[in-house]
């Protein structure tokens, strides 16, 4: 049975911290990012956040993600008919940055190996050892990250957010310091392995070559949330795998390997 | 331009001024400063006030002291040289009263005495002192107040010194020619010239002292008399130093050296402060290059910088330095009567000045590397290179010449600088072995503990830095607080078991048949006896002692003093060989010495060289063929100078002894009847020993305890430096795991593993280093042997253990701060 996280009637607004210890009256007009926004996130679906810089795209990821709580509204998470919190969610999201984020000491079979190894997992190595093969990096494998370069430290960030398999994914612009080759490669990674491994993929970006990829586009502009595409169809789907099929086409061995995850 | 990069500077300094790394800096440099500043001004006022001292307090233009009489034919030309002279006779005699007894200084005048000064006496106790001229009349002594209260005496009470009976006829105030005697806190009595005569002490015991006066040419010319015909006499006098002043040179070198690791640790402070300078300088010069600025312009904003910083820290440092100057020299005032403080700008300033230019070699590294900055270097941030290495190596070549510089005891010296450099290779050693061998343990298992082997094994090179300052430190503060209290220990448990429980340091040969036979009569164990005499040295090489080294240090001073020589066949049970070889039993070559280890290093002497001594004004020349050294377990009379037996056959001098002897609670009054017959014999019990060894430690723990709360400021500051340099990584590392679906606790878990190993690691090996140190120093210096307690060093382990982690953990709570947000938005 899928999972899926429900935000319900949200709103997120921000005072203005300067002006605290100012009277009621003298304080600043508090920042509104969205009112009353609704939207559910099914495991094993992709979805693309669009809009343009400011408009509240990163803090409805953190809400999503549970790392910030809704100024009102509410936020559920449902495992398997059972409503619970979106705090029970943390150990079944992964996360995907902009700037990679790798730790610079570790090589990247040791940064994949990470999350595994916290858990106390005795397969860690072998397990990181496959999803760097998967994503075509296992002659990579003693590399360090200022030894890869961006496109190379992004798949490693991916393969290390999926290793856990968890049951969501949360993308802050994956592509966005990537050129336009790399990120086209990137978003085929991403998504193969998302939907290899059941994962719902919840991506912000401004790109909208990379929003297209998704099976839900949403915009977020003027407070509002507005869907502006689906492709949840069974046809659609078949269309989507086709269409990664013509991208893997044109690809060399080793990135078709990691086009088809 | 100038203007405007200083405006701009000034700007940046006052962003930053509230920044952790710049907070960190400032204290180390304000801590490191005031302590400098304030040795510097109290060691500059004390070397004032000896040199006004000499000039008001000599009792006579110069003073000529040698251990025996001068000849008619010496006197008469020693008359010729001067317009006045005064004899005085001094020896060391234990005065006893009603079965008490006082160890003191018993000096004989005529009624010439003083030549300069006053001599001022009371009547009674409570009695104001009023000018006296002349010593006390034949039959009548004067004691000084403490010898007073200690015998519990009145005026007019009789008391006996050998055959003579004298009657206490007044206090003793003050003596105008004191300063002569050195810093020296001998109770004191006068007596009769004549009467010294009377209680036919041993002639070579009784110190002859001749007060001068004499113009400035006519000292000239004693001095040149002297050496040429008195070459084993000593001569003060006006022009010269005084007496205290090798003293006070030896104390503030010692000082010095301490200070030294205060500097040690204040590098590594600069250093792993220099870490965040340096990425963030870097950033913002090469920012500033890739906006059209030279390379310069981010140099110079960042020298400015730092000038601000020292220069707004100077006024604080030089009004606290004056503060503590002012409160030591009140602390001090019961030992130089009358010093007065005064403010010392220009010494200040220039000891700041010093201080500035040590910093700045310090923070070299930051410097060069903007200068070697380009944009690149934006894309690529981190690049080390040879030349930080380089200047790091200069900073410590620096470290080490200042060391070198203050130093005093060569061996010592050798021995701290060794220690340190021992204890980096353990800790570099232990770090790399534990980490390693954990990482490889731990790689089956799964978990926090092995999690956070693997991630410090990662960073090994990173944590090694941040172990090893850390590390040092702890080492620094354990070995001078384990070395105040085994210091004690170990010598009062080494005295009981190896010395009886009292010590004969001088006996001639009549009065030790007089102590066997009283030892014998009573059922007295006696330990042990070793013979000596006293030997002057005078020439090193066939150069004069004062002529072949200028650097004060213990042995120079001792051996400006007339030294023990012993002699022996065969090497003594408590000694052993070094250098050299030992003579053979019958040997006819009398004229070798063996010469103690530190003598031979402090004094730069090897085998080979040649020392002549002063013998009962005869000269003799020995060849040094053999070094030994002291070992425990078989006795501590040990000597410094030794020569075979056969020399004995040959040399005309009267001998001595020294001995131990073991006396039971009831027999302790007997020695009250052994002084009143024999009242030069130098005997102390070690109640006595223990005393004067508390006394002693009493004023050392007060140095100690001052210095260690120095080292311990310094060392949080390492270790707030050491966490503030990682504290970005951390904090990267945080907020990744967070984002790997954890919380905060597991994060907080995590760095206690961390903190826990890292302080197990430090605490190994600053245990270990004291132990090493320990086992060098201790035996060396203090001829003791070292022997921790392990009971003590367990919860030394244990202090260290939870201080290190508790401290490290509160002071990481920044980087726990962290948040997958923060990841989001770090672009």
Not at chain 1, 112 to 136: M, N, Y
Not at chain 2, 183 to 204: G, W
Not at chain 2, 609 to 634: C, E, P, R
Request: charged share 15%; hydrophobic share 45%.
């Amino acid at each position: 049975m899928p999972c899926s996280i429900e935000l319900k009637n949200v709103s997120q607004s921000f005072g203005n911290l300067a002006s605290n210890n100012m009277t009621s009256e003298s304080k600043s007009p508090t920042i509104t990012l969205f009112e009353n926004l609704d939207l559910s996130i099914s495991q094993g679906q992709s979805y693309a956040i669009t809009g343009p810089s400011g408009a509240g795209k990163s803090s409805l990821l953190m809400l999503l993600s549970g790392l910030e709580k809704p100024s009102s509204g509410q936020g559920s998470f449902i495992n398997d008919k059972h409503i619970s919190t979106l705090d029970n969610l943390r150990s079944d999201i992964g996360f995907i940055f902009q700037q990679f984020h790798l730790l610079p000491e570790l090589t990247a079979l040791h940064n994949i190996a990470l999350p595994l190894k916290l858990r106390g997992d005795k397969q860690a190595i072998s397990k990181a050892r496959h999803w760097l093969e998967k994503v075509g990096l296992s002659d990579r494998a003693d590399h360090k990250p200022s030894q890869l370069s961006g496109g190379e430290q992004q798949r490693v960030a991916i393969a290390r957010a999926l290793v856990f398999s968890p049951k969501f994914i949360f993308a802050d612009e994956p592509t966005g310091n990537l050129d336009q080759h790399n990120a086209n490669e990137i978003s085929d990674i991403l998504f193969a392995c998302c939907q290899e491994n059941n994962a719902g993929l919840i991506i912000v970006t401004h790109s909208n070559a990379l929003a297209s990829k998704a099976q839900n586009i949403y915009s977020l502009a003027d407070g509002a949330l507005t869907k502006t595409s689906s492709r949840n169809s069974a046809g659609d789907q078949q269309t989507e795998k086709n269409a990664t099929h013509d991208l893997t086409k044109n690809l060399s061995t080793n990135e078709r390997l990691v086009a088809s995850c | 331009m100038l203007n405007h990069h200083m405006q701009l500077a000034w700007h940046y300094f006052a962003q930053e001024y509230r920044q952790p790394h710049q907070q960190l800096l400032r204290w180390v440099q304000a801590i490191l400063m005031i302590f400098i500043v304030t040795l510097s001004l109290s060691s500059n006022t004390i070397q004032k006030y000896l040199q006004g001292n000499l000039q008001n307090l000599l009792g006579a233009d110069a003073v000529l002291t040698q251990k025996d009489n001068l000849t008619t034919n010496q006197f008469t030309s020693l008359t010729h040289l001067s317009e006045n002279v005064v004899k005085t006779l001094q020896i060391n005699a234990t005065l006893t009263y009603n079965g008490k007894w006082q160890r003191s200084k018993l000096k004989a005048v005529g009624s010439d005495y003083p030549l300069q000064g006053k001599l001022l006496t009371s009547t009674s106790l409570q009695s104001p002192a009023t000018v006296t001229n002349g010593g006390p009349n034949a039959g009548n002594i004067w004691l000084d107040s403490r010898l007073f209260a200690s015998l519990a005496l009145s005026i007019g009470d009789a008391i006996n010194i050998g055959e003579l009976t004298f009657i206490v006829s007044k206090v003793l105030i003050h003596e105008p020619d004191r300063l002569m005697e050195g810093h020296n806190v001998s109770m004191r009595a006068i007596v009769n010239i004549d009467d010294m005569e009377k209680l036919a002490f041993p002639t070579d015991l009784i110190q002859h002292r001749y007060l001068v006066s004499a113009s400035k040419s006519q000292i000239q010319q004693l001095i040149e008399w002297q050496q040429a015909q008195l070459p084993a006499a000593k001569i003060h006098h006006k022009q010269g130093d005084h007496p205290l002043a090798s003293f006070w040179q030896r104390t503030e070198n010692f000082l010095g050296l301490a200070s030294i690791i205060l500097f040690f640790m204040a590098a590594i402070a600069i250093e792993q402060i220099a870490q965040v300078h340096l990425k963030k300088e870097q950033y913002f010069s090469a920012v500033c290059m890739s906006l059209g600025a030279t390379k310069a312009t981010g140099l110079q904003l960042s020298l400015i910088k730092w000038l601000i910083n020292i220069l707004l820290l100077i006024p604080v440092v030089a009004i606290l330095s004056s503060v503590f100057h002012w409160l030591i020299l009140g602390w001090l005032s019961e030992t130089f009567v009358e010093i007065t403080w005064q403010l010392e700008l220009w010494l200040t300033a220039k000891t700041i000045a010093i201080c500035v230019l040590l910093f700045a070699v310090f923070h070299a590294p930051v410097w060069l590397t903007l200068w070697q900055t380009s944009v690149a270097k934006l894309f690529h941030q981190n690049q080390k290179n040879m030349s930080l290495g380089f200047i790091k190596l200069c900073a410590l070549v620096v470290l080490v010449l200042v060391a070198v510089k203050y130093s005093d005891n060569g061996l010592l010296t050798l021995m701290l600088v060794g220690s340190i450099s021992i204890t980096i290779l353990l800790m570099a050693a232990i770090s790399w072995t534990v980490l390693t061998l954990g990482e490889k343990a731990t790689q089956g298992f799964s978990g926090l503990i092995p999690f956070t082997l693997f991630m410090m094994k990662q960073r090994l090179l990173s944590k090694s830095t941040q172990i090893l300052g850390i590390g040092l430190s702890t080492f620094l503060l354990l070995f001078t607080l384990m070395l105040l209290k085994d210091l004690g220990d170990t010598m009062v448990s080494y005295q009981r078991t190896h010395d009886g429980n009292v010590m004969v340091s001088q006996a001639s040969q009549p009065e030790m048949e007089a102590i066997k036979q009283w030892s014998k009569d009573h059922n007295i164990s006696l330990r042990q006896t070793k013979p000596y005499l006293y030997a002057k040295v005078v020439k090193i090489n066939d150069q004069a002692l004062s002529k072949f080294t200028e650097k004060p240090s213990d042995s120079l001073a001792t051996l400006s003093r007339s030294i023990r020589l012993h002699w022996s066949q065969t090497i003594p049970n408590n000694n052993h060989l070094v250098q050299g070889q030992w003579w053979q039993k019958e040997t006819k070559n009398w004229q070798q010495i063996s010469l103690e280890e530190e003598v031979m290093t402090d004094l730069g002497l090897s085998l080979g060289d040649k020392l002549t001594f002063i013998i009962h004004q005869q000269s003799y020349t020995f060849t040094i063929t053999a070094s030994h050294v002291y070992k425990s377990g078989a006795g501590s009379i040990t000597f410094w100078v030794q020569m075979p037996q056969a020399a004995i056959q040959h040399i005309n001098a009267p001998q001595y002894n020294m001995a131990s002897l073991e006396l039971n609670d009831d027999q302790w009054p007997l020695l009250s009847q052994l002084w009143t017959n024999h009242p030069s014999i130098r005997m102390v019990s070690l109640q006595e020993l223990t005393k004067q060894f508390d006394d002693i430690l009493g004023m050392i723990t007060k140095v100690i305890s001052g210095f260690a709360v120095m080292i311990i400021l310094l060392a949080i500051i390492v270790i707030l430096s050491s966490i503030n340099a990682l504290e970005s990584k951390e904090k990267k590392k945080n907020s990744v795991i967070m984002s790997f679906g954890f919380l905060k606790s597991t994060c907080l878990q995590l760095n206690i593993i961390e903190w826990l190993i890292t302080a197990l690691i430090i605490a190994i090996g600053s245990i270990a280093g004291t132990y090493i140190t320990g086992m060098l120093i201790y035996q060396s210096q203090f001829s003791l042997t070292y022997q921790p307690n392990l009971f003590i060093l367990f919860i030394t382990l244990a202090i260290i253990l939870s201080t290190v982690t508790l401290l490290g953990v509160y002071a990481s709570r920044h980087s726990l701060k962290s948040s997958v947000k923060q990841l989001m938005f770090d672009v």
